[in-house]
């Protein structure tokens, strides 16, 4: 009975997270493209699935995700192995990342748009190679103490630096490789981790230190990535911006788990089998290191096999429900609006529509609830989302403005750097690690496809754009300004408190 109540108050949430959607979805539809979809039975079922599936994927994130990563923790801490546990750090940063679904469309995307100078393979390769290296260098930065605000600030002072000599094909997939590498399961995996070894080590705080994991997994693609376009055009010879169209017109591409597939059953057994491929590489992980390097059984097997059933599930509906309803209009609209020729719609759609996904994005779900459970209670789970989609809202109307001027992203991303590092010294330590993981989790399965689709229609769309230079980025941008707004948020907080505490005296 009480498994039920808790069901019924996560879909409830999971209904308020959804809302924002619709209503943009509605306001755009009715007020600006003026027509009714012709598949609106399919779109309101499809986002019912969609509140179920949240529902259950945060009960299933609950019940084992998170308590199998924080008892990984404490056992690495308890067995004092610092080999091990950097190995099993990097090789879950890897061998989920090389599976990435997100990461795989952009890639696949990028070696179509730059006529196969960039493979896809390579790509996903480096990235997946970063983010292990991420984790693992994260990991070590918890066990020495390290604050974490230094280790981003010489990670920004490289991307900065490596940008101007990368070329200029190569620099915004970069940029938008660092936020797509974290996947909706890595992520809560990866956070109960960090905070799990934070909270068996003696001396480090949960909150301060446990999180981070996330900023790292987004920050090293961006250096890995231009280091490949590097060492790439200069095999091939400096390229060309390549433009609007690569063997003929460039279609907006439909950035979506059911391309190409014949028949809506089969879509469905691709679906779960995708899921289920994304999920294998960290159990398989996971159970090699409890069983053959701890030596331990797993606790409670039966409650963290069901959360971890609960959680493929529940991902499972999502997406379905995302591909019935949401994707397909999405792209659609995103289209329509580029052929308006209205740039003030595109960017209030940009703004909408960042804001709307983010607020139903699960992987920030699961690190907001894990950021509100370890503050007991000090920040809250719902107003850090806010700030975070408004972070994200913020970002990709300024990066549609950014492909509409024909601007170079790195000058945008630079003073965005500049922003962040100022404000680092300015916001309450504990929620500055908060603030670095947010950029990281904002872009994942409801973000990427909705996005990617959206910059790479305008760039298809507007002389004198180039998909591959000017048409990625958007996710670059969604990343950078929820570090922004989140350590705005933490200063707001903060002054609020000690004037309340002012006045009591």
Not at 76 to 81: L, P, Q
Not at 294 to 314: C, S
Request: hydrophobic share 55%; glycine share 10%.
């Amino acid at each position: 009975m009480d498994s039920l109540r808790i069901f019924l108050n996560l879909l409830k949430g999971s209904v308020r997270d959804l809302l924002p959607i619709i209503a943009v979805i509605v306001f755009f539809q009715v007020a600006v493209i003026q027509q009714v979809p012709e598949n609106t039975l399919s779109i309101v079922a499809g986002l019912s699935i969609v509140a179920v599936g949240l529902a259950v994927f945060i009960q299933g994130l609950e019940t084992g995700i998170f308590p199998l990563g924080e008892n990984l923790a404490n056992e690495f801490a308890k067995k004092g192995s610092l080999f091990w546990l950097l190995l099993f750090a990097f090789l879950i940063g890897f061998s989920t990342t090389i599976a990435e679904p997100a990461l795989i469309a952009i890639a696949d995307k990028a070696e179509v748009i730059s006529g196969e100078k960039i493979d896809a393979f390579w790509l996903r390769f480096t990235v997946a190679l970063s983010v292990g290296f991420a984790i693992a260098l994260g990991v070590l930065r918890i066990i020495l103490g390290h604050p974490i605000h230094w280790y981003i600030i010489i990670g920004y002072i490289i991307v900065v630096l490596i940008t101007f000599f990368a070329p200029p094909e190569i620099v915004g997939l970069a940029y938008d490789s660092g936020g797509v590498t974290t996947s909706t399961v890595t992520v809560p995996l990866v956070t109960a981790l960090g905070i799990g070894l934070a909270s068996s080590i003696r001396g480090r705080n949960p909150v301060i230190d446990g999180f981070g994991l996330i900023a790292f997994a987004s920050l090293t693609p961006m250096i890995f990535v231009q280091l490949y376009g590097i060492f790439t055009y200069a095999l091939t010879g400096e390229g060309t911006a390549v433009s609007g169209t690569v063997g003929g017109e460039l279609s907006l591409p439909e950035v979506t788990y059911s391309e190409h597939k014949p028949h809506w059953l089969t879509e469905l057994f691709y679906d779960l089998v995708g899921i289920v491929k994304d999920v294998l590489p960290i159990l398989f992980v996971i159970f090699f290191f409890q069983f053959l390097i701890i030596k331990q059984p797993v606790p409670h097997p039966k409650k963290i096999g069901a959360g971890i059933v609960l959680v493929i599930l529940g991902l499972y509906a999502f997406i379905v429900g995302l591909e019935m309803g949401l994707f397909p209009l999405g792209e659609t609209m995103a289209l329509q609006l580029t052929e308006t020729g209205n740039t003030l719609l595109i960017y209030l759609f940009g703004f909408l529509i960042g804001f709307s996904t983010t607020m139903a994005e699960p992987a920030l779900i699961a690190v907001a609830l894990k950021a509100k459970e370890v503050s007991e209670g000090r920040i809250n789970d719902f107003v850090l989302r806010m700030f975070v989609a408004l972070g994200v809202a913020v970002g990709i109307a300024l990066g549609c403005y950014r492909i509409v001027a024909g601007d170079s992203i790195h000058y945008y991303i630079i003073a965005g750097y500049i922003v962040v590092i100022i404000m680092t010294y300015f916001a309450p330590r504990y929620i500055i690690p908060i603030a670095y993981d947010s950029g990281g989790v904002t872009t994942s399965t409801v973000t990427v496809p909705l996005v990617t689709a959206l910059g790479l229609g305008l760039a298809s769309n507007i002389p004198g754009r180039s998909p591959l230079v000017d048409g990625f980025g958007l996710i670059a941008f969604a990343s950078l300004f929820p570090m922004v707004t989140v350590m705005g948020y933490g200063i707001i907080a903060e002054f609020l408190l000690k004037k309340s505490k002012g006045r009591k005296k």
